[in-house]
């Protein structure tokens, strides 16, 4: 490069240019590539620089150290192409380390996509070697493992994908640097300081876009020993189970698309705003799942909390039966005392009033008159009286008038006795009452 362009190697500055956070861990966090047209708004004065000598940028193509500047050894000239260069050089020094954090986060997905599908088929193996008896269950665990295999492919396909994007914008920022270069050096022709000091630096920007490559590399010589294990795993797994034979055929198709698909996209290289459109788009899908990923979580919190909320409900649904069983108790006890209690008062009429005892007759209970009259207690605290004959002595119809009271006295006892577990119902009512988010949380579900 020296030689095309005219310069001496004598003239040029021996401290290449040393960018801060060399390593991938300093790196930035990747981000999307743009063009020349989307640089940094930042002049040389922000771009960092070690050495022993600093350089200055002071004219088109010039570069002096200080002490040159206090010598007074090269006059001052227009900064404008100089700086423009210097924007594209540390455009393309970003541009490198970029490449770099994307090889090295390539590099260790690629890793543990890799012991994920090892490990997934070594545990695959091992089941069906300890259950062969078990065919069914053997082949369910076989088509798991191709399934996560396809998916690890499918990743791998993806981050492929996109270091490719990477280096494709490196190289063509690379070119639009040489450029720069080349007319920064045209431009700069009175000043030979300035020319040696603008082929360092294209020689610095060269030596990162071989570390680049070199990265690439790497990461490329790491793919290679991933697909070569995956081969050892797959002929391993072609030994124990021949079942696998479907999954090792499309594990070749799932590498025969990808081959195809690295020939498609090195052919279409030069489509970089098409390729961003659609870098573009795949991060409105990711927004896109991100958002309906959230809203997956926050149904499910709902639904937990929903759950929470009808366990509390079948708890107070249990303390209300365990209340309603108490007062079940409660009424039965009422309801005997109260039996006793109308038995005993029958009794007592009965003995006071010198009543008639009731019986079982043919219509129901009643008391029987004479031969053939009876007095029966009615639905509805009702009296039916049969046989009533037309003429009636004084103590045909005092046996009458007692019967008749004996059967209202029974039925005004019994009535009062069935009446009082009525209120049972009203103190669930109150219970329900203090309770609403009972029917709050059924309107909810």
Do not use: C, Y
Request: proline letters at 4%; glycine letters at 8%.
């Amino acid at each position: 490069m020296h030689e095309d362009q005219g310069v001496p190697d004598d003239g040029v500055l021996s401290t290449p240019l040393r960018l801060e956070g060399d390593g991938p861990a300093d790196r930035p966090a990747e981000e999307p590539i743009g063009g020349p047209g989307d640089e940094p708004a930042s002049g040389p004065a922000d771009m960092p620089t070690a050495g022993p000598a600093s350089v200055v940028f002071s004219g088109p193509g010039t570069a002096r150290t200080a002490a040159s500047v206090e010598r007074g050894a090269i006059p001052a000239v227009d900064p404008a192409p100089v700086r423009a260069f210097g924007k594209e050089v540390e455009h393309l020094a970003d541009l490198v380390g970029r490449l770099a954090a994307t090889a090295s986060t390539l590099g260790e997905r690629l890793d543990g996509e890799v012991r994920g599908v090892l490990d997934s088929a070594e545990k695959a193996l091992a089941e069906a070697g300890g259950a062969r008896a078990e065919a069914a269950e053997a082949d369910d665990r076989t088509l798991q493992a191709e399934a996560q295999a396809e998916a690890a492919l499918k990743e791998a396909a993806d981050a492929k994908e996109e270091l490719q994007k990477v280096t494709a914008a490196a190289k063509a920022s690379v070119l639009a640097a040489q450029e720069s270069e080349a007319n920064a050096w045209k431009e700069a022709g009175a000043s030979q300081q300035a020319r040696a000091t603008s082929a360092n630096e294209a020689a610095h920007a060269e030596g990162l876009r071989k570390r680049a490559e070199t990265a690439w590399s790497t990461e490329h010589q790491a793919r290679t020993d991933a697909e070569r294990e995956r081969d050892d795993l797959a002929v391993r797994l072609t030994n124990e189970q021949t079942a696998l034979a479907t999954a090792r055929t499309e594990l070749a198709n799932t590498r025969a698309d990808l081959t195809d698909a690295r020939d498609k996209l090195e052919a279409t290289t030069e489509a970089e705003r098409q390729l961003r459109a659609e870098l573009a788009a795949a991060k409105g899908e990711i927004a896109g799942l991100t958002v309906e990923r959230d809203s997956v979580v926050a149904r499910a919190t709902e639904l937990a909390t929903r759950a929470d909320r009808a366990e509390e409900r079948a708890d107070a649904a249990e303390i209300r039966a365990e209340r309603a069983e108490q007062r079940a108790d409660a009424a039965e006890i009422r309801i005997d005392r109260d039996a006793t209690t109308a038995r005993a008062l029958q009794d007592t009429l009965r003995a006071a009033l010198d009543l008639p005892s009731m019986e079982e007759l043919g219509d129901g209970l009643g008391v029987r008159v004479g031969e053939s009259g009876a007095v029966t207690a009615k639905p509805g605290a009702l009296i039916g009286v049969d046989q009533v004959p037309d003429v009636m002595d004084g103590e045909l119809a005092a046996r009458f008038a007692r019967a008749i009271l004996a059967v209202r006295v029974h039925q005004a006892t019994r009535r009062s006795v069935h009446d009082e577990p009525e209120l049972a119902p009203d103190a669930d009512a109150d219970d329900d009452a203090d309770d609403p988010g009972g029917d709050e949380g059924t309107t909810e579900d």
